[in-house]
Antibody, heavy 121, light 109 residues
């Protein structure tokens, strides 16, 4: 059964870098049918697309976050990662890793359980 | 950017009712529209993809409709498990901006 294990600190200081990793319990994450995404949800608010990556390392970032975000992938470890630089309190959110299926139209067919991250000194 | 607007923002209904949630795109997105259900403390779950296709293992009381700019999610015969927040999402744009609607909270009356 597919599972995602999200890992990373739950507390980050302002101006520092938030780093999260998602480990996927599949034989491989190199398939062409999927790419791998990060989405976040501030407390009590809606969902915000952060960006995604293909196993070829092609990346797409939300323009509003692009200057601060890097998403990377390590197919040998079956992991993909998020780095968000220069964080502020506005980056406090639950961070979800997810799989985007490209069958018919792109849709998120599997989500991690979410990792709460607080930005505070 | 493609903006997604859901209505209503919140909705009260009773067990057994039929409800419809609307999602409007700021430009045509053909059928590149997905619906998700999120319960408190949980990750969202895919219900409908490509505007009308039911995701595997999702009950048939859920249905999607529409194309272009106007879409609907309908739930017939509401069950206690259906009270949650629902989000639409467009995936018509380039993958840097797969935007979500603001959500519709379905509450029990």
């Amino acid at each position: 059964q597919l599972q995602f294990l999200e890992s990373g600190p739950g507390l980050v200081k302002p101006a520092e870098t938030l780093s999260l990793t998602c480990t996927v319990s599949l034989d491989s994450i190199s398939g062409t049918s999927y790419y791998w995404a990060w989405i976040r949800q501030p407390p009590g608010k809606g969902l915000e697309w952060i960006g995604n990556i293909h196993h070829t390392e092609s990346t797409y970032y939300n323009p509003s976050l692009k200057s601060r975000v890097t998403i990377s992938i390590d197919t040998s470890k079956k992991q993909f990662s998020l780095r968000l630089r220069s964080v502020t309190a506005a980056d406090t959110a639950i961070y979800f890793c997810a799989r985007v299926r490209v069958f018919m139209i792109p849709s998120i067919d599997f989500w991690g359980q979410g990792l709460p991250v607080i930005v505070s000194s | 950017d493609i903006q997604m607007t859901q209505s209503p923002s919140s909705l009260s209904a009773s067990i057994g009712d039929k409800v419809t949630i609307t999602c409007r795109a700021s430009q045509s997105i053909k059928n590149y529209l997905n619906w998700y259900q999120q319960k408190p403390g949980q990750a969202p779950k895919l219900l409908i993809y490509a505007a009308v296709s039911l995701q595997s293992e999702v009950p048939s009381r859920f249905s999607g409709g529409g194309s272009g700019t106007d879409f609907t999610l309908s739930i017939t015969g509401l069950q206690p498990d259906d009270f949650a927040t629902y989000y639409c999402q467009q995936t018509y744009s380039t993958p840097d901006m797969y935007t979500f609607g603001q959500g519709t909270k379905l509450e029990i009356k």
